[in-house]
Each structure stands twice: as structure tokens, then as C-alpha cells.
């Protein structure tokens, strides 16, 4: 997963997923990846994906997985809105 950012947004994309799936499932959480206050917030169908809204200059981390999850989720990805 890679994140870049325009003002107030990040716009984090990623590999294709496997298995090949035609949704997938962005999570998002302004900790560390806590898992307790993690928030899905898309099921894009392509392999990127832009989360608006977001406070300037605060760090937020991102997972994708397949949307059948049938799939691992990524590694953590991090990235700081514009």
C-alpha cells in the first residue's frame, strides 16, 4: 500500500489483492492500528481510493484486504493529511 495526499484528504492505493477480488475493504484508525477503534471507511472496486474530511497535519494508518475477505489484510500503511 502506498498513501499520497491532497489538501484534507489521503488517497492511500495498493497492489491488486489475492485472491483476485473486485471490492475490497479500506480500514482506517488515527492510533497506531488499534484494532478497537478501527474504521472501514470504503469498498472501492479499483486499487486506490481517497478518504475526505480529514484533519490537516494529523497521521492516519490504512489496511486493505480482499472484500470477500477471503484474504490477509496488508501491512499498515501510514500517512498525514494535507
Known sequence: ????NTARTIDP???????K???CLVRMCEAACNPVAVLQVG???GS???VPNLLPGHTYWFKVCAGNQQGPWSDPATGVAG
Open 13 to 19: 492505493s495498493w497492489n491488486a489483492l489475492r485472491p
Open 48 to 50: 486506490k481510493f481517497t
Open 43 to 45: 469498498m472501492p472496486s
Open 21 to 23: 477480488s473486485r471490492l
Open 1 to 4: 500500500m502506498t498513501i499520497g
